[in-house]
């Protein structure tokens, strides 16, 4: 009478462990010496330099280092924009950018990469005509787009 119970839970418990739940982990790289990297989505800061590991998707998150004269929205800075998900179709994964579309402007030379998938995948930003750059709302070539699950994203600053 005991035996199929415990087998049903047995089961039960292999497949709850066997699910990996989505997880997505921000850090940075300040080798500026000065400044604070921050992380912020919508109203809320999520970081101000510690890593930052979500447990689920992160949507429509900013990255930018806060050397005094940035504004809450990066306003002023340069600017790393992401979005980090696991892929739900083809070409649904995250995306990753740096902006210079005003009212941000180039402040200090930042990077950005994946790791953990898609390694070695992202782009730097080194002065105020960097190419990897939006620098209009149109320059969609720059995003850089992750396909693969769980991917993490380093933000460096002073590369």
Avoid: W
């Avoid at 709850?16 to 010496?33: I, K, L, P, S, Y």
């Avoid at 940035?70 to 083809?90: A, Q, R, Y």
């Avoid at 939006?134 to 600053?157: E, G």
């Amino acid at each position: 009478m005991f035996a199929p119970k415990t087998a049903f839970f047995a089961l039960l418990a292999i497949a709850a462990v066997g699910v990996q739940a989505e997880q997505h982990t921000v850090t940075f790289d300040n080798r500026c010496g000065f400044g604070t990297p921050t992380l912020i989505q919508g109203p809320n800061v999520l970081s101000t330099g510690g890593a930052y590991t979500v447990n689920g998707p992160l949507f429509s998150a900013i990255a930018y280092l806060q050397t005094g004269s940035c504004g809450f929205n990066g306003d002023g800075c340069t600017m790393v924009e992401t979005t980090l998900k696991n892929p739900d179709s083809p070409g649904g994964g995250s995306s990753t950018d740096i902006t210079l579309i005003p009212p941000h402007s180039f402040s200090v030379t930042t990077g950005f990469g994946y790791y953990n998938g898609c390694d070695n995948t992202g782009a730097d930003c080194t002065n105020s005509n960097c190419p990897t750059a939006f620098h209009q709302s149109s320059d969609t070539q720059v995003q850089v787009a992750c396909q693969q699950n769980d991917v993490n994203l380093v933000v460096t600053f002073c590369l």
